[in-house]
C-alpha cells in the first residue's frame, strides 16, 4: 500500500465522519424538536377530548342515566361529534378502541387490518398513556392515547407521521447529498494535497530503485528540499557510501554462510537415515544437551517377524533381501508416520519408541494404532507375496509402556540415540508371548491404562515373564469389533473376574461360551477354558494370585 493511499485513508475517514456527525446531529435535534411538538399538539388534544368525555359521562351519572344504553350511546355520540371537531386536517384520526381491538369511534373512514387490531388490543390491555407510534389503515402514524373506562375505550389522537416529520426527512435527504458532495470534494483536494506532498518521495523511491536494479552504488539520491525528507535522502547517500565499504566483506560473509549451510545440509542427509529428524534439529540447536540422557515415559514397541529363519531357508538371498527392503519400508513408514523413532533394526525385529526426543499427548495411542497399520499393512504385503509365489510374512508385535532412560548412549567413537530400562526388557518379552498367545499384538497393562476407552480391548492373561516373579497383565486390541465379537469379549471380560476368583467350573463354562460365539479357533478363550479343567481338577494354592508363570523369551 502506497504511503499517499495511506494518507489519504487516514484524513478523508476523519473528514467523513466530522460531516456525517454535523449531518446526524442536525437531523436528531430536527426531529427532537417535531417530537416534541407532535408531542404537545397530540397531548393537548388528547386531553381536551378525556375532558368532553369526562363531562360527558358525568351528566349521565348526575342525571342517573348511567345504567341506560341508549343514554350512553348518545353520550358517545357525543364525544364521537366533538373529535371531529377537533379534527381540523384532513390527515388527523380519532378512534376508540374496544377491548378486542375493534373500531368503537373514528372520526373519518379508515378499516384496521388484523395485525393493527392485535395492535390495538394489545393498547387497551396494556392501557398506557402518551405518545407512542401507530400504523392504521396502512397508514404510520404517531398518536397519543388514553384509556377511559366508563364507555370501555382506549382513546387515540392521531395525525399521519409525514405531516409532522416531512420536513425532517427532506432535511435527511439534504444532508445526505451534502454529505456525498463533501466527500468527492474532500477526496479530490486530499489527493491534489497528498500528491504534492509526496512527491520527493515518489522520486526518492525512482533513484533508490535505479540503484537496486544496477547495483551501482556510486548512484546517489537528489536531495530536492531541506526538510526532513530532504534530510533523508541525504541520509540514504550516506548509508550507500558505507555499503560501498562493507561490500567485499558482505560476499566473504555470505560465501562463508552458504558453505556452512551446505556442510549442514549434507550432514543431516546423512544422519538423518540413522537418527529421527527431530533428534538432528535438536543437537544443532543444542549439540551439548545431547551427551545428557533423560528419564522419559514413553511406549516402546518391539515388532518380530515368526518363524523367519524357516523363510529365509526357502528363498534365493536376493528374493529375501528384496522382500525384507519392501517389508521393512512398509512399517517403517507407519511407525514415523504416527511420531514413532525407529530404534534399532534387530535382524528381522524392529525396535521403536513414542515419545522421545519429542512427546507428543498421544504417544500412547499412536503406538497402537501404528501396530495395528502394520498388521493391516502386512496383509497387503503378503499379498503381492503370494502372487510372487513366495512364502507369506506372519509378525507378533509387543508395547510396553513406563519410565525409561532415553539419550545418546555409547562412547565418543559410537553412540546410538536409544533406550534402555525394564520397561524396554518388558516390552521385547511381550512381543516374544505373541507366538504363544497366537495373537498379533500383546501389549502390557501399563500402556492399557493409557488407551482403554479408545479401542476395543480384551484382557488375555496375568504373566510372569522370564526373570521376573511379580505377574503383569496383558492384552490385545483391535480398531474395531463387531456387535457379536463385543458381547462376546464382555462374556470373556467376566470370565476372565470369574477366573481369577477361583470359581474355575464356572469359568471355563463362560470361557467354553465365548469360544462357541468366536469360533473354536479363538485361542484365547480355548486356551482358558482348558486351564479352568485343570485348575478345577488340581487347584492351585492358597496364596495363587492368578499370575501365570512363563519361560519363554
Known amino acids: 500500500m502506497s504511503i499517499r493511499l495511506k494518507i489519504v485513508l487516514v484524513v478523508l475517514p476523519i473528514l467523513i465522519v466530522a460531516v456525517v456527525l454535523a449531518g446526524m446531529s442536525s437531523q436528531i435535534a430536527a426531529t427532537r424538536a417535531v417530537t416534541r411538538i407532535a408531542t404537545e399538539f397530540l397531548d393537548f388534544k388528547a386531553s381536551e377530548l378525556e375532558k368532553y368525555a369526562e363531562s360527558q359521562w358525568n351528566l349521565l351519572v348526575e342525571n342517573g342515566v348511567s345504567d341506560r344504553p341508549d343514554m350512553a350511546a348518545a353520550a358517545q355520540a357525543g364525544v364521537e361529534s366533538f373529535a371531529r371537531a377537533i379534527a381540523r386536517s384532513s390527515t388527523e384520526l380519532i378512534i376508540a378502541a374496544r377491548p378486542d381491538g375493534s373500531l368503537a369511534m373514528r372520526t373519518a373512514a379508515v378499516e384496521a387490518t388484523p395485525e393493527e387490531t392485535e395492535q390495538l388490543r394489545a393498547l387497551f390491555e396494556a392501557g398506557g398513556r402518551g405518545f407512542l407510534p401507530l400504523e392504521l389503515g396502512g397508514v404510520q402514524r404517531v398518536a397519543s392515547g388514553f384509556p377511559f373506562g366508563p364507555f370501555g375505550w382506549y382513546a387515540l389522537v392521531s395525525e399521519e407521521r409525514s405531516a409532522f416529520y416531512g420536513d425532517v426527512e427532506a432535511i435527511t435527504r439534504g444532508t445526505v447529498i451534502i454529505l456525498a458532495a463533501s466527500i468527492l470534494a474532500a477526496t479530490a483536494l486530499v489527493l491534489l494535497f497528498v500528491r504534492y506532498m509526496t512527491r520527493p518521495l515518489s522520486t526518492m ?65 546423512i544422519f538423518q537415515k540413522f537418527v529421527p529428524q527431530e533428534l538432528i534439529d535438536r543437537f544443532f540447536q543444542n549439540p551439548e544437551a545431547m551427551l545428557v540422557g533423560e528419564n522419559r515415559e514413553l511406549a516402546i514397541l518391539f515388532s518380530d517377524i515368526r518363524s523367519f529363519t524357516t523363510i529365509s ?79 507369506e510374512f506372519k509378525i507378533g508385535i509387543g508395547i510396553n509402556y513406563g519410565i525409561v532412560t532415553v539419550g545418546n548412549i555409547g562412547c565418543d567413537k559410537k553412540m546410538d540415540y536409544t533406550v534402555i530400562g525394564d520397561m524396554v526388557n518388558l516390552a521385547s518379552r511381550i512381543e516374544g508371548l505373541t507366538k504363544p498367545y497366537k495373537q498379533p499384538l500383546i501389549f502390557s497393562e501399563f500402556l492399557y491404562e493409557k488407551v482403554k476407552g479408545a479401542f476395543p480391548c480384551r484382557l488375555l492373561d496375568t504373566v510372569a515373564v522370564k526373570g521376573k516373579t511379580k505377574g503383569v497383565r496383558i492384552y490385545t486390541a483391535r480398531r474395531s469389533v463387531s456387535p457379536k465379537e463385543a458381547a462376546a469379549w464382555a462374556n470373556h471380560e467376566e470370565a476372565m473376574a470369574t477366573f481369577y476368583a477361583r470359581r474355575f467350573r464356572e469359568a471355563a463354562i463362560l470361557f467354553r461360551t465365548v469360544a462357541d460365539d468366536l469360533g473354536q479357533d479363538d485361542y484365547a478363550s480355548v486356551s482358558m477354558a482348558e486351564r479352568c479343567d485343570r485348575y478345577a481338577k488340581d487347584p492351585p494354592p492358597a496364596d495363587w494370585n492368578g499370575v501365570e508363570v512363563l519361560h519363554e523369551k
Open 205 to 269: 523511491v525512482v533513484a533508490m530503485r535505479r540503484i537496486i536494479d544496477s547495483g551501482d552504488l556510486s548512484e546517489r539520491v537528489q536531495v530536492e528540499f531541506p526538510d526532513e525528507i530532504g534530510k533523508l535522502s541525504h541520509t540514504f547517500n550516506l548509508m550507500l557510501d558505507e555499503l560501498q565499504k562493507a561490500y567485499d566483506q558482505i560476499k566473504k560473509y555470505a560465501f562463508d554462510a552458504v558453505l556452512a549451510q551446505k556442510k549442514e545440509e549434507k550432514v543431516r542427509h
Open 313 to 391: 531357508e526357502s528363498m534365493r538371498p536376493d528374493d529375501l533381501v528384496n522382500s525384507l527392503n519392501r517389508y521393512f519400508s512398509s512399517m517403517v513408514d507407519i511407525i514415523m508416520r504416527r511420531n514413532g523413532v525407529i530404534d534399532k533394526y534387530i535382524g528381522d525385529a524392529i525396535m521403536a519408541f513414542f515419545g522421545a526426543p519429542v512427546r507428543h499427548d498421544d504417544d500412547a495411542v499412536s503406538s497402537v494404532l501404528a501396530a495395528l497399520e502394520m498388521t493391516e499393512s502386512l496383509d497387503e504385503f503378503n499379498a503381492k507375496q503370494r502372487a510372487a509365489g513366495k512364502p
